[in-house]
Every structure is written in C-alpha cells, then in structure tokens.
C-alpha cells in the first residue's frame, strides 16, 4: 500500500481505513454492531464522504439496520463524525493512539459527557436492575448473593466511559443519587402514532437507548432517554410518525468555522442562532438570518 493510499478493508462486524503517511498513520474504524444508523455522520461530513444503506423491514420489525459506508478516495479523516457519534461506533487513531484531529485543533468542541457514581448510594441499595437496564452495559460492580440468588451486597460499581452513551436511565431508574448523567444531545421527539402503520415497532428496535417500547399494539417514547440521535425517525416508513428535532449541544466553549457549518447541518437555524447568542457571535448569527432571507429589525 503506497504512502497516501488509503486502504479500506471491511468485515460484518468492522468497516476501517488506513491511510499511511511519511509521518503519521490515520486508522478510521466503523463498529457495525454499535451503529444505530442515526445519520449524524452522514450529515456532518465536510466530504459528503459517508452514506448509510436502507433499512430493511419486515411486517414492521427491523431485520437488517442501515449500514455506514465511507469512500476511501474522499474522506479526509478529518474526525467530525468521531466527535459527533453518539453510540461511540467511530473511532480513530493517528500512529496508533486515539486522536481525532478536528479536536486536537480545537476546530470541533468536546461534547459535555458524564457519568459521575455516588458509590456510598450504590452500596445502600440492593436494587440492581438498572445494571441490567443499561442499554449497552456499560456498568458493572461486584454483587453478593444468597443461596436463593438474591443480592444482598453491591460494591464496586463503575461504569465504563468508553461505552456508557449517557441516555441518564442509570440516573432515573437508579437508587435516587447514585448518578449523575449529563447528556450532551439536546431536542425534541414528536411521535404521532395515528400515522404509525399496523403492528410496526421499526423505530423501537432501532432506538439505541430503549427509549422507544411497543406494548404490542401501538409504539410510545420516553424523552428523558432519548438522544435525539435520528435513528429512529430514519427507518420509519410513515413519513410524519415520529419526528427528532436537534436543537443543540451540550459542549466545551468553541469558536470554529467548522463547528458553525456543521450547527448548520444538525440543527434547525433556529437553535444555530440560539447557539451563537450565547457564545456572542453577533455576525454568524445575522449570515444565518440572512441566510433564511429574514427581515432584520433595526
């Protein structure tokens, strides 16, 4: 493989590329298994470089989710949809260390994600369900049990950072106290079950966190888990059904061309000029307006 070629490789669980430079080595890996197909990628990708398969469906059950994809002669490894996944399915490395690099230039804000363990609280409860409700099992501790298997000690526990996607179900479901999650996605999820066809429950298998549930007769979301990733609303087949709005990020302060584009792409221009009052940056907010060919009162 010549210096600057970037070489794709791909099996059912992994999509990766390699490009080797003179002196740095870009490794961008897709984890199939993690991926909700939620777009966000795809979205912000300054190279249009990525795209997502369709879902597959049938009688209303999910049985083959959208499928990431990334041209190998266009991605620039740039690292915004690394910075921006929220199931943590991207990943990079630069010479064999994690590094995406539209952070380490600070073109890109690190998301606010937290997850922080009251291990006092954790140890006064017995009540461990919310281990087992952890959508992608990112916490563990060491349990006690009896002879008829029921816990009666927990210590230890943790959860994992680089698993944990913050959906905050720990928080809710959890002794009161024991976490405390800050969730980086901000929005808002509309769903309009009238529109929802005959025994359909695509978006509740798709939906990362479990936010969404089927009752066997008709779909319902629980917004304190969502994070408003898309995924769901991407496989809907009733246009209208359910509806994810972006309206901002919970970040580190920043001041990036490349953030204010990509603000553009995920979020409604509406929450991208709520985005720019607080940071004070009078002039992108009135390119946003003039760009929506609104009046600007004096």
């Known amino acids: 493989m010549g210096r600057g070629t970037t070489q794709k490789t791909e099996t059912p669980q992994t999509l990766t590329l390699v490009r080797p430079m003179i002196t740095r080595r870009y490794a961008l890996e897709v984890d199939h298994e993690a991926c909700c197909g939620c777009l966000i990628c795809q979205l912000v990708c300054p190279r249009e470089a990525i795209t997502l398969s369709a879902a597959v469906l049938e009688e209303g059950r999910l049985v083959e989710q959208p499928r990431v994809d990334i041209d190998a002669t266009t991605c620039n490894f740039c690292g915004e949809c690394v910075a921006l996944c929220p199931t943590h399915a991207l990943a990079m490395m630069v010479n064999g260390q994690p590094e995406v690099p539209v952070l380490k230039a600070e073109a890109f804000p690190v998301l606010t994600r937290t997850n922080v363990v009251d291990a006092a609280v954790c140890s006064a409860s017995t009540d461990v369900a919310y281990i087992d409700n952890c959508p992608v099992g990112a916490i563990s501790a060491e349990l006690t ?135 004070g940056q009078a002039k992108r907010r009135k390119a946003v307006i003039e760009g929506l060919n609104l009046k600007i009162e004096a």
Not at 162 to 178: D, F, H, Q, S, V
């Open 145 to 279: 049990r009896d002879a008829a298997g029921q816990v009666t000690a927990v210590e230890n526990v943790q959860v994992d950072d680089a698993t944990c996607i913050n959906c905050t179900r720990c928080m809710e479901e959890g002794p009161k106290g024991a976490f405390t999650v800050t969730k980086p996605y901000q929005g808002r999820a509309r769903l309009n079950t009238l529109l929802c066809p005959d025994g359909c429950q695509a978006c509740a298998d798709v939906c990362p966190t479990n936010a969404i549930t089927y009752d066997g007769a008709k779909v319902a979301v629980d917004r304190r888990f969502c994070l408003f990733c898309g995924a769901c609303e991407n496989v809907c087949p009733a246009e209208g059904a359910i509806r994810i709005a972006r309206t901002g990020f919970v970040h580190a302060p920043v001041e990036s061309g490349a953030w204010t584009v990509a603000l553009e792409k995920l979020v409604s221009y509406q929450a991208a000029v709520r985005e720019y009052d607080i940071k």
